[in-house]
Every structure is written in C-alpha cells, then in structure tokens.
C-alpha cells in the first residue's frame, strides 16, 4: 500500500508535519518495503487554495492513505472523493507514524469536523464571556427591574 505522511524533512527520522497543505514535503512510503521517496509539496507556498491542491498532488502520486496532523475540509474533501484514507492526530517522527500506522493505532478521519484542522488565522471570536450581555433581571440602564 502506497501511503503519504507530511514530513518535516526528507527522511523517515524526520517529525511529522501536523500541517497538511502546508507540510514542506511528502514522503510517500510503501507499507509492504523500505522503499520512501520525499516529494516536496510545491502548494505550500501558495496564498491561497494550499489545502486542495496538496491533496490533488496526493492523488497524482497514486497514494492509498494519508497520515498528517490536520487537514481543512476542502482539502478532507478532495481527498476522500478519490477513495484515499485519510488518519489524523499523527505526531512524533515518520518512522513511528508508520509504524502506528501499521499498528491500527492512528485514528481515521471519516469526515467529522471535530478532526478537522482548527485553522491558522488570526479569528476574533468571543466565547467563554467575552460578550457584553445584560444579566438576569436588568435593563437599560443597569437596574434591576422591580423593587423600590
């Protein structure tokens, strides 16, 4: 089986990248030999769009599986239209990745946003009380309604 892991670096000693369309290469290695190619990922230095065309150079190069850290949905999608595997939540070195690949240790993505990369940009979101509500019982103004 033909399976792609995102690499820091060019060798199997190397960290997985948890980044897939920004990961700086793709070591393609086969589950049945040692054989491992490194393919730099050319779509990493786009300004947009990484994700898509990361997993569109990992179908051209024929991968049964990928092994990454996170992915984008868009990215999530192309890859499973082509009937690739996808396993998340990878980390150490490629070497273990595979190895914990091998081992049915790594988890598979099935398209679930809770998998899914939490993106790299600057969001300004407000939770966990942030907001500027008014509490129970007030109105404009700050009282308390009722009362003398």
């Known amino acids: 089986m033909k399976v792609v892991i995102t690499s820091?670096?060019?060798?199997?000693?190397?960290?997985?990248?948890?980044?897939?369309?920004?990961?700086g290469t793709f070591l393609l290695a086969g589950t049945d030999s040692d054989e491992v190619r490194a393919v730099s990922n050319d779509?990493?230095?786009?300004?947009?769009?990484a994700g898509v065309q990361a997993a569109q150079s990992v179908v051209d190069l024929g991968a049964e599986a990928v092994i990454t850290g996170q992915l984008g949905p868009n990215s999530a999608q192309v890859l499973q239209a082509a009937g690739i595997s996808v396993y998340v939540d990878a980390s150490g070195s490629v070497q273990e990745a595979l190895e914990a690949f091998k081992a049915g240790r790594l988890?598979?993505?099935?398209?679930?946003?809770?998998a899914m990369g939490r993106g790299t940009g600057a969001g300004r979101g407000r939770g966990m009380g942030g907001g500027r509500g008014r509490g129970p019982?007030?109105?404009?103004?700050?009282?308390?309604?009722?009362?003398?």
């Open 8 to 23: 820091k670096g060019t060798t199997m000693e190397d960290a997985v990248d948890p980044r897939f369309g920004r990961c």
């Open 43 to 49: 779509a990493a230095a786009l300004g947009g769009g």
């Open 107 to 114: 988890k598979e993505f099935r398209g679930d946003t809770q």
């Open 137 to 148: 019982g007030q109105r404009k103004g700050g009282f308390a309604q009722g009362g003398s």
